[in-house]
């Protein structure tokens, strides 16, 4: 692994990814934010670290997952080859694990014995909770009554581990009020609790902690397309909901000559308001401790998000993807709810694959653009997650849907 | 921002703490409010905080997020609460701070709204979540030194970090009681008074209390303590308790001046390590 390319040196030292990034926090967090930096810069390089770290994420979680050539798939769609990094495979059915036990395992070395965190779509809740089981903690997962209700099965696992889900039920009960009270209850808790964020947002050192913790699925596929195919991709496709699947996939392919899409959810459609895709119709503030693109007003106020996913429903996005959209080193799209149920049915019957409503956005964007390549091109898409969570949400929403003539 | 140190000068004199009170600017809606905050200056409010409504307050407890709400039904914008701000100004020399989430002035615009709140005549600004690290963003773009930036400084601050935040402020230090949101309970008398006496020997400012203070014996053991004494939250339940009430700003002015009464001679606490009594009678 001491082979593999290395990307830029940000975030700087004080957690900025050139404008964005940061800590904006309240000061009773500042002494713990920068407890846990010198944590990160001082425990996770140590041998012994990545030793415990490396066995976890290859005996208990399962990895490397596989990359896998999508045949029938790719057949179907026409044009460039689709290959499917297989997050879904992780223990706990999605990439969040990755990050989860890296954190978790940091606080374990830091001392710390409560966990909490919060969760949207449950992924993240379900894997803290799992690592808090490992580990013997205590923990609480914050969630949004509406994500709660959307979401059931993955509260009974998060149950069925131990842990307490605390229900959310400010604002629109999704995962930025889930985000809210967790930061709420961390400032309460903060002298003896570790909060893992699930995501390449939040205050520093978080983007940068959980893009490395998530960068071994960019290693991994990087190794496996090269062996499988004999060369590099030749577009990177994840979805993007604070975007820490899609940095995982991305960063280690950064100083490569090779495209990458963010796909973002773009909810009902992004002329009607009603979408989630905070890099392509956001304006830059500062939320939940760092600066970068938010769905706002004129004034400053956040903005509700909307999407079938309760994964990407968040009006934020990690700090790096918002550098990476201005430097145009990645381009984000959005794809519609519609449009990624159309793909979550095909790769379902095609392939026997049920993917999460968060992955069937990449999917529905590469099937799309693979069509405008040619047959000997390579599409890599991070199926990040796998979808039992959505099987209630997707079998109503199909029934309302009219039939297809 | 003399209007600040004016007022700490003058309460040396008269053997009093500062009674800061904290309310929403637009809560319950902007006429109202207006007439909320004009009685409580006038029935004695040293400082007043005015804050700016945030849809995802997240260092608020309960009862400022659900005001917080309020005002932002009502549609009050960053501009609004500075437009209060100048028309408390036409007859009331009481200190007014900013009290705001750093997304509004940011999107307002930092040098803009370094301009306009001046001109409305506010005396400093607390960012909740603009800790040191990243003020600069902000004050380097203000053309003037007429606003203080008040600091907070929490019980998990360690006292290198304390004594910085010390020597970059202005105005007056506002210490966090607790770790905590806004209005929770469990006041520690004792490790507020230890705290504040540190910090007070590290700055050259007035030491202002908030967090979790909600009674007038909370009040008394707290101006014993300090320089001031913040309170938020228990006068937003008060309004929140009151909302259909036509007298509602009198029951504010009343509550006012019973917290202000507790301020009233309490001793100044000195670093000799007496402590006065906490619930003095």
Known sequence: MNAEPTAGTLPDDHGHFGPYGGRYVAETLMPALLELETAYRQITPKPGFQKELAALLTHYAGRPTPLYAAKRLSDHVGGARIYLKREDLAHTGAHKINNTLGQGLLAHWMGKRKLIAETGAGQHGVATATTAALFGMQCHIFMGIEDIRRQAPNVQRMKLLGAEVVAVDAGTGTLKDAMNEAMRSWVTRVRDTFYVIGSVAGPHPYPAMVRDFQQVIGIEARRQILEAAGRLPDLLVACVGGGSNAMGLFYPFVDDDIAMVGVEAAGSGIATGKHAATLTAGSVGVLHGSKSYLLQDENGQIKEAHSISAGLDYPGVGPEHALFKDTGRVRYASITDTEALAAFKTLSRLEGIIPALESAHALAYAMAEARRHAANEIILVNLSGRGDKDLDIVSDRLQKEPKPS | ?281
């Open chain 2, 1 to 281: 921002m003399s209007r600040i140190q004016d007022t700490f000068r003058r309460l040396k004199t008269e053997n009093r703490k500062a009674l800061v009170g904290f309310v929403t600017a637009g809560d319950p809606d902007g006429p109202r409010s207006f007439e909320i905050v004009s009685a409580m200056c006038a029935a004695g409010l040293d400082i007043l905080e005015l804050g700016v409504p945030f849809s995802d307050p997240t260092a608020d407890g309960p009862v400022i997020q659900r005001a917080s709400a309020r005002s932002l039904a009502g549609g009050t914008r960053l501009q609004d609460v500075l437009a209060v701000t100048a028309r408390l100004r036409q007859d009331s020399d009481v200190p007014i701070i900013l009290f705001s989430y750093y997304n509004p002035i940011f999107v307002y615009g930092l040098t803009r709204f370094y301009a306009d709140a001046v001109a409305a005549g506010a005396d400093g600004v607390l960012v909740v979540d603009l800790p040191p690290e990243e003020s600069d963003e902000m004050t380097t773009r203000w053309p003037g030194q007429d606003l203080a930036l008040i600091r907070l400084v929490a019980p998990t601050t360690p006292d290198e970090r304390m004594a910085r935040i010390a020597a970059s402020a202005s105005g007056f230090l506002y210490l966090v009681s607790m770790t905590g949101v806004t209005g929770s309970g469990g006041l520690d008398f004792g490790a507020i008074g230890r705290h504040a006496d540190k910090l007070r020997a590290l700055a050259n400012l007035p030491v202002c209390v908030g967090f979790g203070i909600s009674t007038t014996d909370d009040v008394a053991a707290v101006a014993a303590a300090a320089d001031g004494v913040v309170i938020g939250s228990a006068f937003e339940r008060l309004i929140e308790e009151h909302l259909g009430r036509e007298d509602l700003a009198a029951i504010l002015a009343d509550r006012v001046r019973q917290y202000k009464a507790a301020t009233v001679g309490a001793k100044q606490q000195g670093s000799s390590g007496t402590r006065a009594p906490e619930k003095p009678a």
